[in-house]
């Protein structure tokens, strides 16, 4: 079913993009098959990208409507949502994919605003028409300092009270803000009323840096739909996810390259992200025996003799190799010397590889991305994975990989026991959902409303979303 993923591209698409292809090469095919309905939805959405996308003429009218602030229902059918960034790249990557559910379930196309810092990391999802909102978008230059929520925001309208639900006078035009840190009004987009207002809007900027996915298998407008499309309520990131993201041409090449120098000849490729989100409560020998706690008790990799040591380089094959992802070089340093220095009891030969050590996140810098695109991705192609708790750079790794991966815990201060356990969904999490009942406005345990989304195995309040049947 993958294959029909790629099928349309190959003979449409103009500019070049090898990793659709490739990709097969490299990793292995999913055995999580996209519903037929999920499929032929993707067909539509692509018909409609095609006949709505920059440049048409559906495109330019819409504009005009934009620019004039005011809804003209002759101004033809077209809706549209436009996602602006925040935050990190696994953050960026999640927020795209919910915006694209959002915009597959209320018939609207998925523009990008498209930082400097992320041109080039992905090739065009779709065929024949770009996601990329143009230049002259008329908000362009707004938007890229648009931390505020400003005019027109959805949030804003309805504290001012300027929006009646029973005799709405709505713009063409709406900011809806829904990253972390938005507040109750902002949150009122996941409520079937607003939904049933927002569907009027033309034209929906959204600024995000979260998985709202989660969220949206809570409403009843979608619920339905949403059961067609994913039977298997775990595979919703993993299936969006392979079919929006492939590298570019350039981030394809450093991939592979890298793949081929130190990971292909390994017979397994066990993938180990260190996120340290403070260096107070995570101090470095906390980390280091969590990770090697962790490995001990999942028997990950062979235990060392340190009785012994190696006199000169083995000359056996490698037979595991451990890939280690983290701005800072001292894990890998320690793990290098460990497997450097002593034999294995089992005999087998462990090497280890760290890509890049950038020490700081530089997320509007577009190598930086570039870096870490690349390793995100290599994570994906591993055979084991470790990540680190609250890190959407794991959720994206594990996704794009469909596994459920060993997740260390949280650290505050003192080890968590067990160091790591293995998630029970391979779904990202969503950090801030909404937790008030739409109908009552009462503070509610939303995890209690169908049973598909739970909480998240690293963060208490999170929700995300669970396959049932198993
Ligand atoms: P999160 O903050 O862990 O949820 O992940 P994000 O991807 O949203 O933001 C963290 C950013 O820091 C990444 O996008 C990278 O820019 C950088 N970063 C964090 N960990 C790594 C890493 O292991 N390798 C590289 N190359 N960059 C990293």
Same mark, same amino acid.
């Given at each position: ?51 709505c ?6 495109y $330019?009218?819409s504009l005009k409507q934009l620019k004039s602030g005011q809804i003209d229902?002759?101004s033809?059918?077209c809706k549209y949502v436009v ?11 999640? =927020? ?12 609207r196309v998925?523009l ?15 065929? %024949?028409?770009?996601?990329?909102l143009?230049?002259?978008f008329p908000f362009?230059?707004?938007m ?8 027109h925001?959805y949030?804003?309208?309805?504290? /001012? ?9 709505l713009p063409s035009y709406l900011y809806l ?21 927002l569907?009027k809007v033309p034209w929906l900027i959204m ?9 949206? +298998? ?29 590298? /570019? ?29 403070? *260096? ?25 003799? %340190? ?10 094959? %490698?037979? $595991? ?6 701005? +800072? ?26 890509? =890049? ?14 870096? *870490? ?6 994570? =994906? ?9 609250? /890190? ?43 937790? +008030? ?32 049947? %198993?």
């Amino acid at each position: 079913m993958i294959l029909v993923f790629l099928r349309k591209f190959s003979d449409i698409e103009e500019e070049s993009c090898l990793s659709r292809n490739q990709s097969v090469l490299y990793r292995k095919s999913s055995p999580h098959k996209p519903s037929s309905y999920l499929v032929s939805k993707l067909r539509s959405y692509e018909e409609l990208h095609k006949r709505c996308g920059p440049r048409t003429n559906s495109y $330019k009218r819409s504009l005009k409507q934009l620019k004039s602030g005011q809804i003209d229902h002759d101004s033809g059918d077209c809706k549209y949502v436009v996602w602006v960034a925040d935050c990190g790249l696994g953050n960026r990557i999640l =927020s795209i994919t919910s915006a694209f559910l959002y915009a597959l379930l209320t018939d609207r196309v998925l523009l990008i605003n498209q930082e400097k810092e992320m041109v080039d990391l992905f090739c065009e999802p779709f065929p %024949t028409s770009s996601w990329i909102l143009p230049e002259d978008f008329p908000f362009k230059n707004k938007m890229s300092g648009f931390y505020q929520k400003v005019g027109h925001s959805y949030g804003n309208l309805l504290k /001012s009270n300027t929006i009646n639900y029973s005799t709405p006078m709505l713009p063409s035009y709406l900011y809806l803000y829904l990253s972390h840190d938005c507040d109750h009004d902002d949150q009122l987009f996941f409520c079937d009323q607003d939904q049933a207002l927002l569907s009027k809007v033309p034209w929906l900027i959204m600024r995000s840096n979260v998985n709202f996915l989660p969220s949206m +298998f809570l409403m009843s407008s979608f619920d339905q739909e949403l059961d067609k499309l994913f039977p298997d309520k775990e595979t919703v990131f993993h299936h969006l996810g392979r079919y929006l993201f492939h590298p /570019s041409d350039r981030v394809w090449g450093l991939i592979t390259k890298y793949y081929q120098d130190y990971l292909a000849k390994a017979e397994k490729r066990i993938g180990i992200q260190i996120r340290i989100f403070s *260096a107070k409560t995570s101090p470095f020998g906390s980390v280091m025996d969590q990770i090697l706690g962790c490995i001990q008790k999942e028997k990950l990799l062979p235990e060392v003799d %340190t009785e012994k040591s190696i006199a000169s380089p083995s000359k056996n094959q %490698t037979s $595991k190799v451990i890939l280690v992802t983290s701005l +800072f070089r001292g894990y890998f340093e320690k793990l290098n010397k460990m497997y450097g220095e002593h034999p294995t009891k089992t005999g087998e030969v462990v090497a280890v590889y760290q890509p =890049s050590n950038e020490r700081k996140q530089q997320s509007w810098e577009n190598s930086h991305n570039v870096q *870490a695109w690349v390793e995100i991705y290599l994570l =994906s192609l591993s055979d084991e994975l470790v990540t680190s708790a609250w /890190s959407t750079f794991g959720y994206v790794a594990q996704g794009l990989r469909g596994m459920r991966p060993l997740i260390l815990y949280k650290i505050d201060r003192t080890i968590p026991d067990p160091p790591c356990g293995r998630g029970v969904s391979m779904e990202p999490c969503y950090h801030a959902p909404p937790i +008030f009942d739409c109908k009552t406005k009462k503070t509610v345990d939303t995890t209690t409303f169908v049973p598909h989304v739970k909480h998240c195995e690293d963060i208490r309040w999170g929700i995300k979303l669970f396959n049932t049947s %198993t």
